[in-house]
């Protein structure tokens, strides 16, 4: 399966570990392909240093692990936006670059629109359901 973490899910994995968002991304980084783009991977590196202080050194290694684990697309702008956020456009663009079967995160603008052009938008918490019912109709 292709799965795009979104920014959050990342920051919550690496901020908080031991929680949810970092055993799905153990999990997601052994069993399925992850797709990102270099323009989330600067916007993670973003947050890492403006929200979260950290050093830009530090922000920098750990954009570079995440980078070591993904597969990375450079996806064309949607031809009309869908979101009131340009950045929650760019993860669709993403994903549908990288074909990705569902896109994880927790940004309820984002989850509002359930499914994008055959991409599903769960919830960190929905993924086990939502990795069980694939694989049973796979």
């Known amino acids: ?8 899910v990342w920051i919550a994995a690496f901020v908080s570990r031991g929680g949810v968002c970092s055993a799905l991304l153990e999990h997601c ?4 392909d992850l797709v990102s783009s270099s323009a989330l991977l600067e916007e ?11 050093a830009a050194k530090a922000a920098e290694g750990r954009v570079m ?4 684990i993904v597969q990375i697309v450079n996806p064309e702008p949607l031809p009309i936006p869908i979101c009131r956020d340009p950045d929650d456009d760019l993860v669709l663009a ?15 603008d984002l989850l509002v629109l359930e ?7 769960i919830s960190p918490n929905e993924f ?3 990795e069980r019912t694939a694989s049973d109709a796979g």
Do not use: P, Q
Request: glycine share 8%; with cysteine.
């Open 128 to 130: 086990s359901d939502y």
């Open 65 to 68: 692990l995440v980078r070591s």
């Open 115 to 121: 499914k994008y052009e055959g991409v599903m938008i």
């Open 1 to 8: 399966m292709r799965i795009l973490l979104d920014t959050n």
């Open 44 to 54: 993670y590196r973003e947050k890492l240093i403006g929200k979260f202080r950290l």
């Open 94 to 108: 993403t994903a549908i670059t990288g074909a990705c079967n569902c896109i994880i995160t927790g940004d309820k």
């Open 29 to 32: 980084s052994e069993a399925h």
